[in-house]
C-alpha cells in the first residue's frame, strides 16, 4: 500500500488546515490509519489515529479538541486552532494491527509527509 500525504502549506496562527491521506488502492479498508509529525531537530510523534471502521479515535494530549479525524476512502485530519508548535512534517501511515496503535513501530505503511508552517 502506498499512502500520499496532502494538504499542508502556511497558516497563520489560530487558523485551520485539513490534511488527506489517500492509499494507491484506493481504500483504506481494515486499515487503521495513524498521523504522526517530526518537528525540526524532534523525534517523530503520535498526533491521531482513527481504528478501521471509523468508530473510533485517538489523539495526543496536545491536539485533543483542536483536532479531528475522519475516513471515507481517504483519512482526514482536520486541525483548527493551530499554534506555532504545531509546525512539523506530517505522515499518515498504515497498519492492520489492533488495537489501533498510537506508536510509530506499529504501522507497517508510511505516507512522505507534507509540510505544516504555523506563523505566530
Known amino acids: 500500500v502506498q499512502l500520499q500525504a496532502s494538504g499542508g502549506g502556511l497558516v497563520q496562527a489560530g487558523g485551520s488546515l485539513r490534511l488527506s491521506c489517500a492509499a494507491s488502492?484506493?481504500?483504506?479498508?481494515?486499515?487503521?490509519v495513524g498521523w504522526f509529525r517530526q518537528a525540526p531537530g524532534k523525534e517523530r510523534e503520535f498526533v491521531a489515529a482513527i481504528s478501521w471502521t471509523g468508530a473510533n479515535a485517538y489523539f495526543a494530549d496536545s491536539v485533543k479538541g483542536r483536532f479531528t479525524i475522519s475516513r471515507d476512502n481517504a483519512v482526514y485530519l482536520q486541525m483548527n486552532s493551530l499554534k506555532a508548535e504545531d509546525t512539523a512534517v506530517y505522515f499518515c501511515?498504515?497498519?492492520?494491527?489492533?488495537?489501533?496503535?498510537?506508536?510509530?513501530?506499529?504501522?507497517?505503511?508510511w505516507g512522505q509527509g507534507t509540510l505544516v508552517t504555523v506563523s505566530s
Open positions: 501511515a498504515a497498519t492492520r494491527r489492533r488495537p489501533t496503535p498510537m506508536i510509530e513501530m506499529e504501522y507497517t505503511y
Open positions: 488502492r484506493r481504500t483504506f479498508s481494515g486499515y487503521a
